[in-house]
C-alpha cells in the first residue's frame, strides 16, 4: 500500500517586502535594549581596542558602558555645563571633550579627574578629537574658530579664524576647509551648500563627505582580532534615549565555541569507513516515522469537512493563508470540495465568506478561490435572504469580484494601447530603413538600373 504523501504547501513570495542587502543585514541584529540618559545625547564613540567600551556624551557627564552591560561602568561629571563630543585616543587611554563653558578637557580612562584643560575659546566647543599624531588636539566652537593644540604644553599652537560661522566639525557657514598644522590659512575651502554638521575623511585621506542636517557620520568597522564587525551598534536621540543593539551569533562563532568542547576520538569518525559489503549481506532499513499536521490525519481518513475547519482556525487562515488555500486544492483535486463547503452553519459560512473576501483578489490564491466562490454560490444562493450578515458579506464579495473585473478590463485596454504604439513604431523603424541604404546603393543594385538603358540604345 502506498504511503499518504502530504499536502504539499506551496511557498509565495511575502507581498511588500522587498529582500535587500539592508534587509538581510539588519535581520541579524536582536531587538533593541533602550537606556535613558539625563538629556539629549550629543556624541557616541567607541573605543579602538579591547573590550571595545563606548562613550556617551549627555547632559553634563560622559558615559563609560560596556558592550553589554546596561549600566555605566564609568562616568566623567567634571563639567559645570553641558559636554559635547567625547571621544577616544586611537590607543583607547584618553578621553577628550569640549563643553559649553568654552574648554576642553582631557582624561585618562584610569582616573577621574581631568589631566589637561585647554582654555582659549571664548563660547561653547561642540568638537573636539585627537589628531593621528596621539599628542596633539584640535577643537571647533561656537566662536567661529577652530585650534590646533599641544598635550604637552596644554598651549594653544594655531588658531583658525576663517569660518564665518559655528564650527561643528564643519561650519554653519555652509563651507568645509581642509587645514595644514604647518601653515596658518586652509588649504582647501569647499561649498556644502547647507549648514555642516558632521564631516568624515576615509581612511585613505583621499576622500572627504559632509553631511547637513544628518547630524552624525560613520564607517563600518573592520574585523579588528577576530571581533566581528559591527557587533554592536548604538544610537543617541535627542529625547534622552540610548539605543543599542547586538548582533545575533553567526554560524561561524557558533561552530567555533562547539570546537572548543571535548571532541569524539578519531576512530569514531572513521569508524565503517573501510568496510565493503558482501554479496550476502542484508540491508535493513529503518521505517522513517512520518509526523503530519492535524488537517493531513483528517484528509488521510477522508475527513474532509474536519480538514477546511482546521484550516480555516484564526492561527492558520490569518497568519498561513497559503496552507488554507493549499487544503482547498487537495479537495478539489479529489473532488471532494463541494463536501467538504456544504452543510455549514452561519458561522462557519461566515468566516468561509471572511476568507474568500480577504483573498479572492490576491492573484496567488485567486484560480482556486474563484471556484470555491462559484461552488458556494451553487450551494448557498437559496438561504440569501435569511441572514442580514450573510447578505452582507455576498454584497461585499460581489462588490470585490466587479472592481477586480473592472481592473483586469482597464488593463487588457492598456495592454492593447501599448500593442498599437509598439506596431507603430516598428512600423516606422521599417519605413525608414530603405532610406537609409538608398545613400548608398550597392554594386547589384546598381547593375539592374543600368540594364534597361543598355538594352534600349542597342
Keep these: 500500500m502506498t504511503a499518504y504523501k502530504p499536502t504539499k504547501i506551496q511557498s509565495y513570495p511575502k507581498l511588500g517586502e522587498k529582500v535587500t542587502q539592508d534587509t538581510i543585514y539588519w535581520k541579524n541584529y536582536k531587538t533593541p535594549i533602550q537606556i535613558k540618559e539625563f538629556a539629549a545625547v550629543t556624541k557616541i564613540d567607541f573605543s579602538p581596542v579591547p573590550p571595545y567600551n563606548y562613550a556617551v556624551t549627555a547632559s553634563s557627564r ?44 582631557v582624561f585618562d580612562l584610569a582616573g577621574r579627574e581631568a589631566l589637561r584643560k585647554f582654555s582659549g575659546h571664548t563660547k561653547a566647543v561642540h568638537v573636539a578629537n585627537f589628531t593621528s599624531g596621539k599628542y596633539h588636539i584640535f577643537s571647533g566652537g561656537d566662536d567661529y574658530s577652530a585650534k590646533y593644540w599641544d598635550m604637552s604644553t596644554a598651549s594653544e599652537l594655531i588658531s583658525y579664524d576663517e569660518h564665518t560661522d559655528y564650527v561643528r566639525c564643519g561650519s554653519y557657514d555652509h563651507t568645509v576647509r581642509v587645514f ?5 590659512k586652509s588649504v582647501l575651502n569647499m561649498d556644502h551648500g547647507q549648514p555642516v554638521e558632521s564631516v568624515l575623511l576615509f581612511p585613505s ?38 539605543n543599542i543593539r547586538h548582533r545575533k551569533q553567526t554560524e561561524e562563532k557558533l561552530l567555533m565555541e562547539n570546537r572548543k568542547r571535548r571532541k569524539p576520538a578519531y576512530r569514531y569518525y572513521v569508524r565503517g569507513k573501510n568496510y565493503r559489503p558482501k554479496q550476502d549481506d542484508l540491508l535493513v532499513s529503518k521505517p522513517v516515522k512520518m509526523h503530519l499536521k492535524k488537517y493531513d490525519r483528517q484528509l488521510k481518513s477522508f475527513e474532509v469537512t474536519k480538514a477546511l475547519d482546521t484550516v480555516l482556525e484564526p492561527h492558520i487562515r490569518i497568519k498561513t493563508p497559503e496552507v488554507t488555500v493549499a487544503v482547498l486544492q487537495e479537495l478539489n483535486r479529489r473532488g471532494t470540495l463541494m463536501n467538504a463547503l456544504a452543510g455549514r452553519d452561519e458561522k462557519n459560512f461566515s468566516i468561509l465568506l471572511n476568507f474568500l473576501i480577504r483573498h479572492i483578489v490576491d492573484p496567488r490564491f485567486a484560480r482556486i478561490l474563484i471556484t470555491v466562490a462559484d461552488m458556494v454560490l451553487d450551494i448557498y444562493g437559496s438561504i440569501l435572504g435569511q441572514s442580514a450578515v450573510i447578505d452582507k458579506q455576498f454584497v461585499r464579495l460581489q462588490e470585490l469580484i ?15 494601447m501599448m500593442d498599437t504604439l509598439f506596431a507603430t513604431m516598428t512600423a516606422k523603424k521599417e519605413a525608414l530603413a530603405p532610406q537609409s541604404r538608398s545613400n548608398g546603393p550597392t554594386e547589384g543594385q546598381q547593375h539592374t538600373e543600368v540594364m534597361p538603358d543598355q538594352e534600349a540604345m542597342s
Excluded at 567625547?86 to 576642553?104: F, T
Excluded at 547630524?215 to 543617541?236: F, M, N, S, W
Excluded at 472592481?403 to 492598456?414: A, S, T
Design 402 to 416: 466587479e472592481k477586480e473585473l473592472d481592473y483586469q478590463q482597464e488593463l487588457v485596454e492598456v495592454l492593447g
Design 62 to 105: 560622559i558615559h563609560i558602558y560596556g558592550q553589554y552591560s546596561q549600566e555605566p561602568i564609568k562616568t566623567f561629571s567634571r563639567f559645570k555645563e553641558t559636554a559635547y563630543s567625547g571621544s577616544y585616543r586611537d590607543d583607547g587611554k584618553l578621553l577628550v571633550a569640549g563643553s559649553e563653558d568654552g574648554l576642553v578637557r
Design 180 to 184: 595644514d598644522a604647518r601653515t596658518d
Design 205 to 242: 585621506g583621499g576622500l572627504l563627505v559632509s553631511a547637513g542636517f544628518i547630524t552624525d557620520l560613520c564607517l563600518r568597522q573592520a574585523v579588528v582580532e577576530e571581533k566581528p564587525e559591527d557587533e554592536v551598534i548604538a544610537v543617541g536621540m535627542t529625547n534622552g534615549i540610548l
